[in-house]
């Protein structure tokens, strides 16, 4: 027996399929099949037998799935030891984000953050920019995420994103490199909100302008420049969005700028903790 086995064991029993256990282990199914056979061939008994709808324990399965368990939780304690022993930061570490940032800002982080920090681990879970500010306020997460933090707020720069027009590529404005906020949006509109309550619908209500004709509204970037691509209106879009491949569109800058800015803020419902301070500190150091 060796411990692949013992953990695809757990997967499978957990996941109720070999499928299902192979994706969650980042392995093929037949080299699961394989560890599985092999397992049992080991034990001379049967663990698992496969059914229609799935796969199920057998009475030893069931028995042998609590040693299994308790052997894993076993060595993977042994692997806690030996890293705090040899000064390895462990824990783990909730991250509250709205889609593009996740998309686009959070995963060198986080790359760079685990390449440092194996022992952490990290949850990143996705919402809208309010609710992000509403789990922080209870505690539901360590950190966050935040769009436009106030000035007055100790939040730590991740970077901005430009917002820009995208027009069709045969629009009339298609040979302008800048346009104003105001002349785009009197454009048959297309608006994406990106899971955000700031999109181009506050932009022109901060500017005391109005979206005068929106003739589609979707919540996904991706899906709006779509329909912008098909010529079915115009759109104001951040710019980290924006396709590799612009074929059917054209892109042209705000006159004057703007830009959207994030920052990573740790809730105040208690005192950060090791992780959230470590992370903090790499954000801290990557934005000067």
Request: glycine fraction near 8%; charged fraction near 20%; charge should be negative.
């Amino acid at each position: 027996m060796n411990l692949t086995q013992l953990r695809g064991f757990i997967a499978v029993a957990e996941a109720g399929s070999f499928t299902a256990a192979a994706a969650a282990m980042g392995i093929t199914q037949s080299g699961l099949s394989q560890a599985l056979a092999a397992l049992e061939e080991a034990l001379d008994m049967k663990l698992l037998v496969r059914q229609r709808q799935g796969v199920e324990l057998t009475a030893f399965g069931e028995r042998a799935l609590e040693h299994a368990r308790t052997a894993c939780a076993h060595l993977d304690a042994i692997g806690r030891e030996a890293r705090e022993a040899a000064g390895q930061e462990h824990g783990s570490l909730r991250i509250a984000a709205f889609p593009s940032v996740i998309a686009t800002v959070l995963p060198p982080l986080l790359r760079r953050f685990h390449a440092l920090h194996p022992g952490i681990e990290t949850v990143i879970l996705e919402t809208d920019d309010r609710e992000v500010e509403t789990w922080l306020e209870s505690g539901a997460v360590d950190l966050g995420v935040v769009l436009n933090p106030p000035r007055d707020v100790e939040a730590i720069p991740l970077g901005e994103d430009a917002w820009v027009g995208v027009l069709p590529a045969a629009h009339r404005f298609g040979r302008h490199g800048k346009l104003s906020l105001a002349t785009l949006v009197a454009e048959p509109f297309v608006l994406a909100t990106g899971g955000c309550h700031h999109h181009a619908r506050t932009l022109a209500e901060q500017a005391g302008l109005s979206l005068a004709d929106i003739r589609i509204e979707v919540r996904d970037w991706s899906s709006a420049i779509a329909f912008i691509r098909e010529g079915l209106g115009s759109g104001i879009v951040p710019e980290s969005t924006l396709p590799e491949t612009r074929k059917g569109l054209k892109v042209v800058r705000l006159d004057p700028a703007i830009s959207r800015h994030f920052g990573l803020l740790a809730t105040l419902a208690r005192k950060p903790s090791r992780p959230a301070e470590l992370l903090m500190s790499l954000a801290r150091h990557r934005a000067v």
